[in-house]
């Protein structure tokens, strides 16, 4: 007797650790998504983007200072010529040192960078080395260009004399070796605070556009050291050269290549650097779309959620999800499917808003960094070009015909300044316009590929419902304050609801693989048939979400899918006790109870489990992954727990009724006239019963 009873005792508990660590796990996975999506979206700056652009920016700054360190800072202009045609004059032996060792402090930075991200370094002493050594080199370089822009170092007459393409090298050198430093700084503030780890999680796009930019970097200047030797170039010279003619700028003027040698050595040095100017055009896009976009979105969405929230007229029963648009909304006399429903449609709503909103923010940034880089790069090069009259049109000019690769060459530079800083601009100009055209392909591109597709539909090429029909849709989008759907979404019936569940389930049981099923429904075990009818409904739907989430642009599901896939683990809609409760008003008090976003609504008296609403901020709508892969995550996750069931020595466990059986379908298919919904309850036991079960 004794024995019985502590068996029976060790099943208990076995049982509640079961159920316990299952709570647990959940409670987990929900607040790990809530922390994933607000935290790293306020850090993703100083987490990832602040060393991707240290380790893309830092070797063209080494780049910079192997300039400013080949070539001799001054030059004597002897009458008739100009200071590109000078003869230089030999630099002090501590300049040349002190450049030396700015030069090597910026390599060990750099190469501490590189091996801490390899994870050949620690954060804790990688970190250190990077930050000190760019700041030295930094403020050695700012040293050396404060002394030579004294008369100091400057030979008089000053107007006989120049300053070379090296020092203003020196100058963009030690710029950016303090911007990236400073960057840095704020990556480890961050990391000690707690806000992630003591490490870089870059992915493999970020460290191929960083692998690329080095690669390109190395490119450039091999390149300009050959040419200049073939050709007898000097050689900050055949690097300007080189980066106009591996970004198709070909402004031509008087650097040209003249020998045969240098002609054919072109044909390969141009391809290759077009391919790896592509391949660094292709990173940043990609980059842009895979990490920018995603935690840009993220904001967007919970900044319009918020909003949303915050303007819902109980008195008038509308919620405002646009300046000129309201959607009725009401709680009263619905049920809790229909109040779910209208939830959903309300978020979807604010997905669109708000995606809408990401899109033609991020045009505007994009579109006002071009601004600037054209409108300043003028400034400087109007300054610079003095000697030659340009004015600040003709300054314009130059740099939108230089921005867009036409370069007709009727307007070289040739002061040292314009050459040095025309390098790094055109530079700066591949990653600012490459996000610019991404963004317009987002918004501007694709509204006039819409509007002439429209326009084709309206005129020569209509579609297969006619020109009525199409000018019919065009003038329901065109209403303000309506929400538009298309008519097999607008107002479903019930019938139409429910029948997307039945006609998903009855594909399955017509399928000759639910062999084990049927086999245990002929044993009469009815209990073991609907688990294993349910396992083979999850395997199936999984395989289906994964075709799913390869669909670009990835598939948003209707209201009655997802109610169809929430059933399927565990998160029946029907069930009140999984969700925020509705709104209790009166006279006094306008709003009382659970907030209509919240994160969760508390929770339930009889289990511990977060309760959620298709507005909060634990809403599948707003998570950072797509809808395909939330919920093959989710469906993996149930099946990988009742297969874990079938494992449990816990005979309650093992004979839990599943959320979906045969028994419904199969009466549903014998009679026709018969309501739907109370077809299914005979064979689909809600979240109620199984929490019965486990109370």
């Given amino acids: 007797m004794n024995d019985l009873e502590l068996d029976g005792a060790t099943q208990e508990a076995a049982q509640d650790v079961e159920r316990n660590t299952d709570q647990q796990d959940r409670h987990d996975e929900a607040q790990k998504e809530e922390d994933d999506f607000l935290d790293p979206s306020r850090w993703w700056f100083a987490s990832t983007a602040c060393p991707l652009i240290a380790g893309t920016f830092g070797p063209m700054a080494n780049a910079f200072s192997v300039c400013a360190l080949v070539e001799k800072w001054r030059v004597y202009i002897p009458p008739g010529t100009d200071e590109g045609h000078g003869i230089k004059v030999e630099d002090p032996k501590w300049l040349i040192a002190i450049n030396s060792i700015s030069l090597v402090f910026a390599l060990i930075a750099n190469m501490s960078l590189l091996l801490n991200m390899a994870r050949r370094l620690s954060f804790a002493i990688a970190q250190p080395i990077t930050i000190i050594s760019w700041f030295m080199s930094s403020f050695l370089l700012i040293i050396l260009v404060a002394i030579a822009s004294t008369s100091i170092f400057r030979i008089q007459p000053m107007q006989e004399h120049a300053l070379t393409q090296a020092f203003y090298y020196g100058i963009m050198a030690a710029g950016i070796y303090f911007i990236i430093a400073s960057l840095m700084v704020v990556t480890v503030i961050g990391a000690h605070q707690g806000h992630y780890p003591k490490e870089f999680r870059l992915t493999p796009s970020q460290r191929t556009l960083m692998l690329q930019t080095i690669g390109f970097v190395v490119y450039l200047l091999l390149g300009a050291l050959v040419f200049s030797t073939v050709e007898g170039w000097q050689f900050l010279d055949a690097v300007y050269w080189a980066d106009f003619t591996l970004l198709t700028i070909g402004i031509g003027g008087e650097f040209v290549p003249t020998t045969h040698t240098g002609r054919s050595l072109l044909f390969p040095f141009a391809i290759g650097g077009i391919v790896m100017v592509g391949l660094v055009v292709s990173s940043i896009r990609s980059l ?408």
């Fill in 288 to 695: 842009v779309l895979e990490r920018g976009k995603a935690k840009l979105s993220a904001r967007f969405r919970e900044t319009k959620r918020q909003k949303v929230i915050k303007s819902v007229n109980m008195d008038r029963r509308t919620i405002r999800v646009g300046i000129f648009e309201k959607i009725d909304f009401s709680e009263k006399g619905l049920t809790e499917s229909q109040r779910r429903e209208q939830e959903f449609r309300v978020m979807r709503r604010v997905q669109e808003k708000a995606e809408r909103n990401r899109r033609y923010t991020a045009l505007a940034i994009s579109s006002t960094a071009a601004m600037l880089l054209w409108l300043v790069g003028a400034v400087v090069f109007m300054n610079a070009e003095k000697p030659q009259g340009w004015s600040y049109f003709v300054s314009l000019y130059f740099a939108y015909t230089s921005l867009m690769t036409i370069g007709y060459g009727d307007f070289t530079i040739s002061s040292n300044s314009a050459k040095a800083f025309f390098v790094f601009w055109s530079l700066l100009a591949v990653p600012t316009l490459t996000i610019l055209i991404s963004n317009m392909g987002d918004t501007v591109i694709k509204e006039f590929k819409d509007l002439t597709i429209w326009l084709g539909s309206l005129t020569v090429l209509p579609d297969e419902k006619g020109v009525y029909a199409t000018f019919k849709i065009a003038l329901k989008r065109l209403q303000f304050g309506k929400l538009y759907r298309p008519d097999n979404e607008k107002n479903p019936t019930p019938e139409s609801s429910k029948q997307t569940t039945l006609d998903r389930l009855a594909e399955h049981i017509e399928d000759e693989e639910l062999g084990e099923a049927e086999e245990a429904a002929e044993h009469g075990d009815t209990i073991e048939r609907d688990i294993h009818f349910y396992h083979y409904v999850l395997a199936k739907e999984i395989r289906q979400l994964m075709m799913d989430a390869n669909v670009s642009p990835p598939k948003q599901y209707t209201y009655q899918e997802w109610s169809y896939y929430l059933r399927l683990i565990g998160l029946d809609e029907d069930d009140s006790s999984r969700h925020r409760k509705p709104r209790v008003e009166n006279k006094r008090s306008k709003q009382k109870g659970p907030d209509l976003g919240a994160a969760d609504g508390g929770k339930d008296e009889n289990d511990d489990r977060f309760t959620w609403s298709w507005l909060g901020i634990r809403s599948p709508l707003m998570g950072n992954t797509s809808e395909a892969q939330w919920l093959l995550q989710r469906l993996t996750r149930t099946l990988e727990l009742e297969m874990h069931k079938m494992k449990s020595p816990n005979g309650k466990l093992r004979n839990e009724q599943p959320p979906v059986s045969m028994e419904g379908l199969r009466n549903r298919q014998g009679s026709g006239d018969s309501d739907p919904e109370e077809l299914l309850e005979k064979g689909v036991n809600s979240a109620e019963v199984r929490r019965r079960g486990r109370s």
